[in-house]
Every structure is written in structure tokens, then in C-alpha cells.
């Protein structure tokens, strides 16, 4: 069953704290208007409600509202190289994708259980991309990409200098994409809480098969879809739900298995936003190691290497970004 929450994009142009929002909208969806068109399935959308409703104003601009947002250019230009860094630092429990920790430097020689890190750089290089990876606090240095992805990096991976970093560079207008148990990491500060969509780790079930719905089919990331398709893994439930997002894919009900914490009729697995200058692209999805070897049954490992090489290049600005 579809679920009530269709895509939908608000923008958002939030100033200090208590200093009030801006908030639009823009219906979305493949074959229904969202209620509201804000991404929240007809949740309150004015300023006093959000309130009310505890969603977090995370005080920076979430949208394109002019009042807020600039376009600083920073995205890839034409004639450009085409470069990326992957992040898969962990502070806690590893995931069997990442493999054994890398070596200090960056673009160590990498093991054979490294699994997503090799796949995500043989996948960037059929398009072009140059893949940096690292896992060494001293080379997290962003300037030189037009998109960082934090891959299954969790917990406490960046110190109060990278997070530094981290901000200067989206708000230069840099992309950050986040996969999997991106979604485990830095609880403590909110501003990485609102990068991720407002959004936050809270549970998953076991590991297992389900179906995934495309709710937004104009964007790159999800451009000739089927409307649902088969595909493995833990399911995460998030708390705080992602709000004011463009909903881009969702599990079914069936499949959830949603926790009263969870997601009801509703539970993306991936969305798109702009933030504080920069673009955010983010997915739930690759637990499972088969998703990234290719060896899924059925067709959901091809649309998982689609959904995510897509959304990289939407995020670097080389195809458009977070279609309405």
C-alpha cells in the first residue's frame, strides 16, 4: 500500500532560534498531491505548529527561500575534474560492508572485505568521478570535492575541528550524501541531526527482504523506477522523523515493522534537501553486502546503484538536484 505521505518539498528558510520560519511548499508525488506538500502527510506546516510540535528549528536555512539561501557555485563546473570523498570512519560498531578499519592516509590499499568503500570507487569511476577514501581524521579535507560522503560512518567519528569543517564547507555549498548508518552518527550535535533531514537513528529490525516504493519519480535518483521493488535490508527507524524533505523513497507498511517510536503508514528510506547553502541526499538503504556486489536477487541491487551514483552526481551539481 502506498502510504499517505507522497513526496513532498517545503522550504524553509529558518534564521536564530525562536526567530521564526518561512515555510512554502510544492505537491509532489507520482500519482497524488500531498495533502499539504510539505513532506509531513498533513502534519502541521505553519511556524506555531512546528513549534508545538516540537520539530526542531535547527537555525540554519533549510531550502532555497531567497531571504536565506545562496548560491555560492561551489558545485562542480563544467571542464571541472569530477571528485568526491568518501568518509567511512567508525566510533563504534562496524558494519560487515565497511570491512576491516583502513590504514591511516588517504586511499590506503584496501582489503578484500572492504566491500562498499571499493564498490563506491569503481562505481564513481564508470562516470568519471575521482574516489578519494579515507578513514584518517588528518585528511578530512573537503575543499578539493564537490560532495562528501559519510558511508556508514557512525557514533562520534568527527572531532569539534572537522565538524567545523563540515559546516564551512556546506555552507560554501558543498554536497554531502549520507548511506546507511551515516544515520548512527554524531547524536550529540544538532546541527549534523538537521543535515540528515531532521532526522536520526533509533532501531532497526533484523536484516530482511522487502519492498520499496518510489514516491518521487522526477528525480534523477529515481528517474524510471517501478513504482515498488524488491530489496534487502535492516529497516531503519528514525527519530526524529525527517521533516521538510523531498521524500524520495519509502518502505511499505509490511515491511516497516515501525516501532511506536517509528513511522506509521509512512517510513522513507530516502530523501533530499538543501541545507544550509549545500546539498544533502540521503538513504537509509546498504546493509546488505550483496546490495553493493550485485547480487541480489531480482532487480533492487541495480536500482540501489542507480538511486545512489545518481544522487552523488545530483549532490556534486553535475544533474539536477532534489527534483520537485
Known amino acids: 500500500m502506498k502510504s499517505l505521505i507522497k513526496s513532498g518539498l517545503a522550504l524553509v528558510a529558518a534564521a536564530a532560534l525562536g526567530a521564526g520560519m518561512v515555510v512554502g511548499g510544492a505537491a509532489l508525488g507520482n500519482d497524488k498531491a500531498?495533502?499539504?506538500?510539505?513532506?509531513?502527510?498533513?502534519?502541521?506546516?505553519?511556524?506555531?505548529?512546528?513549534?508545538?510540535?516540537?520539530?526542531?528549528?535547527?537555525?540554519?536555512?533549510?531550502?532555497?527561500?531567497?531571504?536565506?539561501?545562496?548560491?555560492?557555485?561551489?558545485?562542480?563546473?563544467?571542464?571541472?575534474?569530477?571528485?568526491?570523498?568518501?568518509?567511512?570512519?567508525?566510533?563504534?560498531?562496524?558494519?560487515?560492508?565497511?570491512?576491516?578499519p583502513l590504514p591511516l592516509g588517504l586511499n590506503p590499499p584496501l582489503a578484500a572485505n572492504n566491500v562498499a568503500q571499493a564498490t563506491l570507487v569503481a562505481w564513481a569511476a564508470e562516470r568519471g568521478i575521482q574516489a578519494d577514501y579515507t578513514e584518517d581524521p588528518s585528511q578530512f579535507r573537503l575543499n578539493n570535492y564537490q560532495a562528501?560522503?559519510?558511508?556508514?560512518?557512525?557514533?562520534?567519528?568527527?572531532?569539534?575541528?572537522?565538524?567545523?569543517?563540515?559546516?564551512?564547507y556546506m555552507r560554501g555549498g558543498g554536497g554531502f550524501i549520507g548511506i546507511h548508518n551515516a544515520f548512527g552518527a554524531e547524536y550529540s550535535w544538532p546541527y549534523y541531526e538537521g543535515l540528515l533531514g531532521g532526522a536520526n537513528f533509533f532501531n532497526h529490525?533484523?536484516?530482511?527482504?522487502?519492498?520499496?516504493?518510489?514516491?518521487?519519480?522526477?528525480?534523477?535518483?529515481?528517474?524510471?523506477?517501478p513504482a515498488t521493488w524488491p530489496f534487502k535490508d535492516e529497516w531503519y527507524n528514525l527519530t526524529p522523523y525527517p521533516s521538510f524533505v523531498n521524500v524520495l523513497l519509502e518502505v511499505d507498511k509490511a515491511t516497516s515493522e515501525a516501532t511506536p517510536a517509528g513511522h506509521g503508514e509512512s517510513h522513507p528510506v530516502s530523501w533530499c534537501?538543501?541545507?544550509?547553502?549545500?546539498?544533502?541526499?540521503?538513504?537509509?538503504?546498504g546493509h546488505d553486502n550483496a546490495a553493493w556486489l550485485g547480487t541480489l536477487p531480482g532487480d533492487g541491487d541495480a536500482f540501489f546503484k542507480q538511486h545512489v551514483m545518481e544522487g552523488i552526481e545530483s549532490a556534486m551539481g553535475i544533474k539536477p538536484f532534489c527534483t520537485v
Not at 529490525?205 to 523506477?225: A, H, K, L
Request: include cysteine; hydrophobic fraction near 25%; proline fraction near 4%.
Open 34 to 100: 500531498n495533502p499539504n506538500g510539505n513532506g509531513l502527510g498533513g502534519q502541521p506546516a505553519t511556524a506555531s505548529q512546528i513549534y508545538l510540535d516540537e520539530i526542531k528549528d535547527y537555525g540554519v536555512c533549510r531550502g532555497t527561500d531567497p531571504s536565506c539561501y545562496h548560491e555560492w557555485g561551489n558545485g562542480w563546473q563544467e571542464g571541472e575534474a569530477k571528485r568526491i570523498l568518501i568518509w567511512s570512519r567508525t566510533a563504534g560498531p562496524r558494519h560487515a560492508h565497511l570491512g576491516s
Open 273 to 285: 534537501q538543501y541545507y544550509d547553502g549545500g546539498r544533502s541526499f540521503l538513504t537509509t538503504l
Open 205 to 225: 529490525g533484523p536484516n530482511r527482504d522487502g519492498t520499496v516504493e518510489t514516491i518521487n519519480n522526477r528525480d534523477v535518483s529515481t528517474s524510471g523506477m
Open 148 to 168: 562528501v560522503i559519510f558511508l556508514s560512518s557512525n557514533r562520534d567519528t568527527l572531532s569539534d575541528t572537522e565538524q567545523t569543517a563540515l559546516m564551512q
